[in-house]
């Protein structure tokens, strides 16, 4: 079973940024073979896609909401993927989660996600 943990959430203001960090483990999950993605969800919406990179760690794609001022990266050698996130706005309050859009549909892939609150 694959299963994902996020960290780097917390409490910011208007203009100020955070950077999220992302691991994932389990049998048959081999990091760099994966694309890997950011999803949010706030305490009353359904989840949305936020950014995805593939396995090379240079294509990327974002959402119109967070185009420009987020930036999403990984590390193949350290297992790793991070999402920048820069003049954060009370719109981006939500948890943040992370994951493979190849286990995206299996519920228990999902991790608790890490909570990222932009006060204004």
């Known amino acids: 079973q694959v299963r994902f943990v996020e960290s780097g959430g917390g409490l910011v203001q208007s203009g100020e940024s955070l950077r999220l960090s992302c691991t994932g483990s389990g049998t048959g999950f081999t990091f760099r073979q994966f694309g890997m993605a950011w999803y949010r969800q706030a305490l009353e919406g359904a989840r949305e896609f936020v950014a995805s990179i593939k396995t090379d760690g240079v294509s990327a794609t974002y959402a119109d909401s967070v185009n420009g001022r987020f930036t999403i990266s990984r590390d193949n050698d350290k297992n790793i993927m991070f999402l920048q996130m820069n003049d954060l706005k009370p719109e981006d309050t939500a948890v943040y989660y992370c994951?493979?859009?190849?286990?995206?549909?299996?519920?228990?892939?999902w991790g608790q996600g890490t909570r990222v609150t932009v006060s204004s």
């Open positions: 994951n493979a859009p190849y286990y995206s549909s299996d519920p228990n892939s």
